[in-house]
């Protein structure tokens, strides 16, 4: 069975950094598609960044490039998500998702493509 479990969220001021984590466990991650996701209540669920584990490319979207950076853990099967410069729009419920996959590039940002998703991690930022 495999499970997703991110953790890592809490409440910070605006200006400050949070390092999300998602370990993966019944899955090998070494060539897969892992993303971040996030969704506001009466929003859609937008996709943040993903990494294509076996080769490292990652990819953002343009509302966090430059503040947000993902990477992976090959030995630990985890994906992390550094996040600096927070404002308060990036208070959000945020999603670790993942598919076994070798290629991700055209589609990483649409969440029906990935098959295994955690329960999510609060991120809250105050001004």
């Known amino acids: 069975q495999v499970q997703l479990v991110e953790s890592g969220g809490g409440s910070v001021q605006a200006g400050g950094s949070l390092r999300l984590s998602c370990a993966a466990s019944g899955l090998t991650t070494s060539s897969a598609c892992m993303a971040w996701f996030r969704q506001a209540p009466g929003k859609e669920r937008e996709g943040v960044a993903a990494i294509y584990t076996g080769g490292g490319n990652t990819y953002y979207a343009d509302s966090v490039r430059g503040r947000f950076t993902i990477s992976h853990d090959n030995a630990k099967n985890t994906v992390y998500l550094q996040i600096d410069s927070l404002k308060p729009e990036d208070t959000e419920m945020y999603y670790c998702?993942?598919?076994?996959?070798?290629?991700?590039?055209?589609?990483?940002?649409?969440?029906?493509?990935?098959?295994?998703w955690g329960q999510g991690t609060q991120v809250t930022v105050s001004a």
């Open positions: 998702a993942a598919v076994s996959r070798f290629a991700c590039r055209s589609w990483w940002h649409q969440w029906s493509g990935y098959y295994y």
